[in-house]
């Protein structure tokens, strides 16, 4: 079975019907590491790529893993994005982010529908936030505004919760009205289901590693 077929019987709601599909040919990775990313880097060399076109659209599927074993993530392609932040400009212009993914272990990836492409980083953080304003109201808590101009969302979970990362520090936001997470504190001033911090992944490099790792071990 081709890493294409394991990945539509594990996500079959992907292509809808009727939608063309083209599979290119199986390639080993060849675009070098990530600088700032070892575990990334170390998950990323060991993976095949499949090119796929699905309805006009471009990814890329990157699986890893033995014959029997085998998992990865539906990628959009590496992109340049000129006045993006630093890490994710150099990010981007080897590996496009992550849309679906298969047969891996629970992390904070799971449930996410983007993580780290630039589709998601198009999305306001400071705009979403200021819609729930609500929050900080109904307990007479100072709205935050223009220091959350500079945060850039990079991971957008199914049901709307959105983490962000400085632009220029990596800091790590959680935005999360609707959540049931373990190991976050919410920012000083901020009420429950609002902002938060993870606690031990202050940054985007720290937030990327630690799931890179666990999706290099093999299952048990």
């Given at each position: 079975?081709?890493?294409?077929d394991?990945f539509?019987?594990?996500?079959p709601?992907f292509?809808?019907?009727?939608s ?20 990334l ?26 014959s029997?074993?085998?998992r990865g ?14 890490f994710?400009?150099?990010?981007w ?8 993914q298969?047969g891996?272990?629970?992390t904070?990836?799971?449930?996410q529908?983007?993580?780290l ?7 306001s953080?400071?705009?979403v936030?200021?819609q ?20 850039v969302t ?12 400085h ?6 936001v ?8 373990d ?6 001033g ?6 938060y ?16 790792r666990?999706?290099?071990a093999?299952?048990?």
């Open positions: 079975m081709s890493d294409w394991r539509l019987e594990c996500v709601w292509v809808e019907p009727g063309a599909v083209v599979v290119g040919p199986v390639s080993s990775w060849a675009r070098g590491p990530l600088p700032g990313f070892s575990e880097s170390a998950l990323l060399a060991s993976a095949t790529v499949t090119p796929v076109s699905v309805a006009g659209r471009p990814y890329e599927l990157l699986a890893w893993g033995r029997d074993d085998r993530w539906l990628c959009q392609p590496p992109s340049r994005v000129a006045g993006s932040p630093a994710l400009e150099r990010l212009a080897v590996f496009g982010g992550i849309v679906e298969f891996g272990p629970s904070l990836w799971l449930n529908n983007e993580v492409t630039v589709s998601a980083s198009r999305t953080f400071a705009d936030v200021g729930y304003d609500w929050l900080w109201t109904d307990e007479k808590l100072p709205l935050p505004g223009e220091e959350l101009l500079p945060f990079v991971a957008i979970e199914a049901n709307g919760n959105l983490t962000a990362a632009g220029e520090t990596g800091r790590l959680l935005f999360a009205p609707d959540h049931s997470f190991s976050v504190t919410p920012l000083p901020c009420p429950r289901f609002s902002l911090s993870f606690d031990a992944m202050p940054d985007v490099w720290s937030w990327v590693e630690s799931v890179a666990d999706w290099q093999p299952r048990s």
